[in-house]
């Protein structure tokens, strides 16, 4: 069993920054891959970006490359998203989610076990 607690949503900018954070609990964390996911009003669950277990390996969705990082401590059990040069269209509901049985880093999101509640970001023109 994984737990995830999402935090660091809310309103900013456009051109603003907003880092999230996902912290874990349950089964050791540096064993499973992590990734974030967003859903929009009236669109379907996008990839954004997602981190292997060690942090070696990130692998990021089109819309957000460039201006996304998504990174992990271990030792906190604590995956983060910074988010720079925000868009309106990068409104959504950001979730992260653990994968446990892979040896590489999924973008598709059935694949992932466990999810968190969920955190909104908001970004105004």
């Known amino acids: 069993q994984v737990q995830l607690v999402e935090s660091g949503g809310g309103l900013v900018q456009a051109g603003g920054s907003l880092r999230l954070s996902c912290a874990a609990s349950?089964?050791?964390?540096?064993?499973?891959?992590m990734g974030w996911f967003r859903r929009a009003p009236g669109k379907v669950r996008e990839f954004v970006a997602a981190?292997?277990?060690?942090?070696?390996?990130?692998y990021y969705g089109d819309s957000v490359k460039g201006r996304f990082t998504i990174s992990r401590d271990n030792a906190k059990n604590t995956v983060y998203l910074q988010m720079n040069s925000l868009k309106p269209e990068d409104t959504a509901v950001y979730y992260c989610?653990?994968?446990?049985?892979?040896?590489?880093?999924?973008?598709?999101?059935?694949?992932?076990?466990?999810w968190g509640q969920g955190t909104q970001v908001t970004v105004s023109s």
């Open positions: 981190i292997n277990w060690s942090g070696s390996v990130t």
């Open positions: 989610a653990a994968e446990l049985d892979s040896r590489v880093v999924q973008s598709t999101d059935q694949l992932y076990d466990y």
């Open positions: 349950g089964r050791t964390f540096s064993t499973y891959n």
